[in-house]
Structures are given as C-alpha cells and as structure tokens.
C-alpha cells in the first residue's frame, strides 16, 4: 500500500479565506479517491481539478474584485488512468465555486505534466485585457514551451505558441525544452506589474548546450511578450571561453551564476534589478544588462542557427549576479558526519548544493563548501580525519584524501555504479566508527572498501571527479559482503536466509557496532533487518548475515529510516521507523528496542512510543541517537523528542529548534553534543546535561 497524504491532514487544493485567515474553505467538490483499500481517510485525496497532488500557483485576475475570476494551475503528477486531464490552467469565474479548463496539458498522458502561468492587464485599442503567459512541459518527447493568450476572460482563450515561432525562426532553441525532464519541479513564469511585454521564464540547466549556445537557460527574459528571449544564468563577468562541457561549480570560468533549478522571480519596481529564486537560494541582478554576444564564437557556438540563437541569449546578460544568501540558513541538508578525532569538525551534504564543512571555528569561514551537486550522506576515515567520502545520488560517490580539498576529489563507487544495482536517491554509506580504511555503502547489496576505496595515488592519477565517468569499474575497490551469489539482501528467496516477506526496495540504513568491529546492522526500506558478526572478515564471500525482524511478531514492515548501536553492546539497537502507525494497526510503532541472540538466534523489538498525551506522535521518524546516560533521541518531520531514561514519556529536546524536518541526528556522548540536521533550516547542536 502507499499513501499520498498523511492521515488526517486537510485534503489538497484551493482553499478560501474570508476572515483573514481565521477560518477556510475548500474550492472544490472532495471527491477524488485515491486508494479506497486504505484504512479511514488515508486513501482519499480530496483535491481540485482532479489533481492528486494539489494546486502549486493560484492568481487573481487584475481585475479582481470587479470581475471575481480566479485562475489556477494544478500539479497532476499521477500514475492514475487517464492520467493528466487535470493538468494545464484552470479560471473560475465565480470567486472559485466553479472551474472550467482554459489550458490543457501539454501531455495529458504524461504523468509529470505541469503548467506554470503569469497573467497581466494590456490595452489594446483602448480596451482592457488580461493576458496570460503560460509555460507548461513534462519529462517525455513533447518538450517544454511557452504560450501566450491576449485575452483569458473569453469562453475559450486562444493561445499562441511562442515557441512553435521561434522553431520556425533562424533563431531556434530559445525556450524549447526551457525545463528539460523536470519541469514537475523546475518551472515558473512571472511577469511584473505594469510591465507586460516583460516576461521572465524560469526552468532547469540546459546541459548538453551549456556554455556553447546558451549560458545554461536556468533563467531567460524576454522584452518582446515572449518573442525573444536573452539568458540571465550567468553574469558578463565571466572569463570568456567556454567551459568544455562542465557542469557544476566550482567553476573558474563563469564565477557568478545560478543553480541549475528554478522557482521564483520578482523584479524590483522601477529599477533593472531582479531576485531569482532556485534550490541555491536568491541571487539579484544588479547594473542593468551587458552585450556578451561577441563570446559566439567557434567552438562556443557553430555557424548557422547555433550561432544565431548564442547571440540572441547573450545579447543582455545581467552585468552583475549577487548571491543574498547571507543570513538565511535555508540549505536542505541531508546528514552530518563528525570527525573522530573533533567533535567541533563536521561535514554535511545538501540536497543540490553539495557538501559543506564546518570546524565550528569563532570569525572563521563556517561553512566552505567541498565538494559541490546533490550531497547526501559523508563520513571521515576513523584512523585520518584529512581522508573524506561524501555521496551525491543514487550509487555515485567519492573519497578525498587531501583535507576535502575541492579540487582532489575522486571516483569510489566506479565498481558499484557498474554493477547495475539500484539504490536510493541518497543511499546510505558509513565511514566505520572503530576501523581505520573502511567504509560501507548500500544498494541492493552492502559494498565495503577496508582501504578507503583503494590507492591514493592510482585514484587522484585516474579518476578525477571533473573528469572522470562514475560508472568507471577502475574508480574504487569496493566489493559485495555476503554468500557468493546471496548478496542481494531484497530478493525473495525461500531457500536461503533472505526468505521471502518484505522482499523488494533498497538497502536503506547501515550501522555498526563501535565496540565489535564485526558486527555491523542492515535494514532494507520495506523492512528487514539483517545482523552480520564477521562483517570485517578479509574474504568478502565469507561474510554472513541472520535476519531478524522474522524473530519478532511486532517488527513493523516500513521503511526503517535509523540504526542507532548500542557502543557496550553490539547485540543491542535502537530503530526508528517511518511512514505511520496508522496504517500499519498490526504493527505500530516508530521507535524500537531491539536485542539480538545470536544463540537460537532470537530477537525482541520493544516498542518504545508509549502511550496517552506524551506518546510520540504518529509521524515519521527520521533519525534516532542514544545518549550514554540511557536518554534517547529522535527526530521527525516537526523536530527532535528526548525519551528521558527510564521515563515513558516523551519531550521535546532543547529549546530554539524550528519546527522543521530533521533529517538525522549525530551524538557525541564524550562531547556531551548532539547535532541535527534539518531540511531547510541549516545545521543544529543542542548541548547535553
């Protein structure tokens, strides 16, 4: 079973305000059901439009209140059947009691279609109009583009295709495809007040043409009602000659510029200065524009329509491009890890910003970025703190072994990338807490290194981050733990220790007993759990694993999102499931005890929520850690609760923590420190009694 919306919560769409916000009403019949098999209203989106996933942008005609018509785009994204009739923009005429569709979906049998929409008042012949630009794409073949209407308050607006023109144009490639395979997620228009031939378009990095015809096209302007277009990715700054192809930072050719995914824009009454939005934070335009078009030269753009189209886009670049991050501690971290050897030095991945360190250090520069693209999990060789490992996606990551030195990162996972196996977006990977060299990683299969991934000097010499393939098999001496051919830990197998309940997903939580080096604990995201007690030995096919969430009738079968074991005893866990109780009735529950005998084997898992008003919440749980004085912590979508020793009842931790999402917890019992890091809201340490 899945669930799109949490138990309980308040149904998807629009919904309406009439007291300043004291009280609201939903704009639409509830009547859209996503899966009646769940238990109570967990099945049931209640939504607009047919949507399942809600409305992402709503406006006001600019005529509103006068003519009380509304407009509004939803967010379809579902794999239902037919799948996105609900897509495009929608107009109310009625101060939203009734919707018609003006704007059909691109692709309405693409379940990520998804339209973004401006509108503004023009007169034409001393007559008023609303006009509405409409971008609208998805992830298939019918690529992004831009439309425009000159009157969206008639029965049926008829709308242009912009890009259609400029396809027919010698200057081609202006907004085609403007937000790739992501335009679910990256895709806004925006045009100022007052200014309506002013249209701003926003999407993803255009990759394959960064640096050649385009300066990326994450944001493109136009002066022309969507005629013409003019990059605003990069700054005139810049060093002048092309990139040769890469893609991220840091990057010494183009210095000032935006993150490749893009979702707000306003402009600044009455100047030439622009704050964009996007997964790196806002960035301003300031000094007005700057002709770069010179820079369209061989081998940056070829003769013909690639020349034309570089010179149209670089025509007016911003002069210069400010990062105003300053202040606002909004980066979405995934994890912390802390060295061995500094409680004070810690690294933490970022989703699409990279990974980031810290020694904590008063005037110092608190938080240099290392490494940059999506940083997930990291961790610090427990025998040299200077040796690094910071993972990006799915099986991709690297080690450093020059102090996180930017520039001297390498290729690990070649061999696991490789291999074929899936893995999470962010797939779990620990540097060993007691044993110098090793690090373990998840897929499908635990992959393990005993020498920090191989030889310094063969890998700085061979596989370069910047320019090296993460699927090079040369890149890393990882290699499968387990029985010859019984590594996989999510199959269905009836003949073997695997079994065949909660088969399927990923690996999904590594931990290892500090104490034992060969005891290491692994859960699989549908459930299982598997103890290894040689998980160091030197022959991999030797090491072996007992599963034990089958030993406990009340194991719940849900994704386990934390491993925390005990340091004085390696048989000894504490777990922290997700997703919620509610829809597990048989098996409920978020935080576990668990006792592992390898005698027999058998196991128990204690069901730590407990009860009544002081119960820990039916939320996911995220993260746990154990302090060495017996309290345990926990962390959820809301923030992190303590569970005093030998006490019932659960509290919140510390005090000055945002009502944020923690993604997980770092203890440091020697240091009397525990870290969080959260999704949007920076990295946290709460001191310890």
Not at 579 to 607: C, K, M, Q, R
Request: with cysteine.
């Amino acid at each position: 079973t899945a669930v799109s919306l949490a138990p309980g919560l308040p149904p998807f769409g629009i919904w309406k305000s009439t007291d300043s916000g004291a009280n609201f009403t939903l704009l639409n019949s509830e009547a859209i059901c996503l899966n009646p098999g769940l238990a109570g209203d967990a099945g049931v989106i209640q939504s607009s439009f047919g949507s399942t996933r809600g409305v992402h942008h709503a406006e006001f005609d600019p005529g509103y209140p006068g003519n009380t018509t509304l407009y509004a785009a939803p967010f379809p994204r579902t794999a239902g059947v037919p799948r996105n009739t609900g897509g495009g923009v929608y107009r109310s005429p009625d101060d939203g009691v009734s919707w018609t569709q003006i704007k059909t979906a691109l692709n309405s049998a693409n379940a990520q279609d998804r339209a973004s929409f401006a509108v503004t008042p023009i007169v034409i012949l001393d007559v008023p109009f609303t006009r509405m630009y409409v971008g609208v794409g998805n992830d298939g073949t019918n690529s992004a583009r831009l439309y425009r209407s000159d009157d969206v308050v008639i029965a049926s607006p008829v709308f242009t295709d912009l890009t259609a023109v400029q396809e027919a144009s010698p200057i081609k490639k202006q907004t085609l495809g403007y937000c790739t395979g992501q335009c679910w997620y990256d895709n806004v228009v925006f045009t100022p007040p007052g200014q309506p031939d002013l249209v701003f378009l926003g999407g993803s990095f255009d990759y394959s043409n960064y640096g050649f015809r385009n300066n990326g096209r994450a944001f493109i302007r136009s002066e022309d009602a969507g005629l013409t277009f003019y990059d605003q990715t990069w700054d005139a700054q810049n060093n002048g000659p092309p990139p040769g192809g890469s893609c991220c930072q840091p990057n010494p050719i183009f210095p000032n510029g935006m993150h490749p995914d893009s979702h707000a824009i306003v402009k600044i009454p009455g100047q030439n200065r622009v704050v964009f939005g996007s997964d790196g934070g806002l960035i301003r335009s300031e000094l007005g524009f700057t002709d770069i078009s010179s820079q369209c030269v061989v081998p940056r753009a070829q003769a013909g329509n690639d020349l034309l189209t570089c010179q149209q886009l670089l025509k007016k670049v911003p002069t210069t491009l400010i990062g105003i991050n300053p202040g606002l501690s909004t980066l979405q971290f995934q994890s912390l890890s802390v060295a061995a050897d500094n409680s004070l030095h810690l690294q933490g991945g970022t989703q699409d910003n990279g990974t980031f360190e810290t020694y904590q250090v008063p005037n110092g520069k608190i938080w240099p970025q290392i490494i940059y693209g999506d940083g997930g999990l990291s961790g610090f060789n427990f025998a040299d703190s200077a040796q690094r490992v910071n993972t990006f996606t799915s099986a991709f990551h690297d080690v450093n072994f020059q102090n996180g030195d930017p520039t001297k990162w390498v290729i690990a996972s070649g061999k696991i990338v490789a291999s074929g196996e899936s893995a999470l977006f962010y797939n779990p990977i620990i540097a060993d807490p007691a044993v110098g060299g090793t690090i373990f990683a998840g897929a499908v299969s635990v992959w393990r290194t005993q020498d920090w991934a191989g030889s310094q000097v063969f890998l700085e010499a061979t596989c370069p981050e910047f320019t090296t393939s993460g699927a090079n098999p040369l890149c890393g001496d990882f290699v499968q733990i387990g029985l010859n051919g019984a590594t996989n830990l999510t199959v269905s197998s009836a003949g073997d220790y695997r079994g065949t309940s909660r088969s399927g997903g990923n690996v999904g939580a590594i931990a290892r007993a500090p104490g034992d080096p060969g005891t290491l604990w692994v859960a699989t995201t549908p459930g299982r759990v598997f103890v290894s007690k040689n998980a160091d030995n030197a022959t991999p096919t030797l090491v072996t694993y007992t599963r034990i969430d089958t030993l406990a009738s009340n194991s719940p079968g849900r994704f386990i999102s934390g491993i925390y074991v005990d340091p004085a005893n390696p048989n000894h866990a504490w777990l922290s499931y997700s997703s919620y109780s509610t829809l597990d009735p048989a098996t409920p529950g978020h935080v576990f005890e668990v006792t592992f005998n390898p005698i027999g084997p058998t196991a128990t898992w204690t069901n730590l929520d407990g009860s009544g008003g002081t119960m820990f919440p039916d939320f996911p749980a995220t993260g746990i850690a154990a302090d060495s004085n017996g309290d345990l912590y926990v962390s959820n979508d809301w923030g992190v609760l303590r569970l005093p020793n030998g006490s019932p009842d659960w509290e919140v931790a510390g005090t000055a923590l945002p009502m944020v999402e923690v993604t997980g917890l770092n203890i440091v019992p020697s240091a009397r420190l525990l870290y969080a890091s959260t999704h949007g809201r920076g990295a946290w340490k709460l001191k310890l009694p």
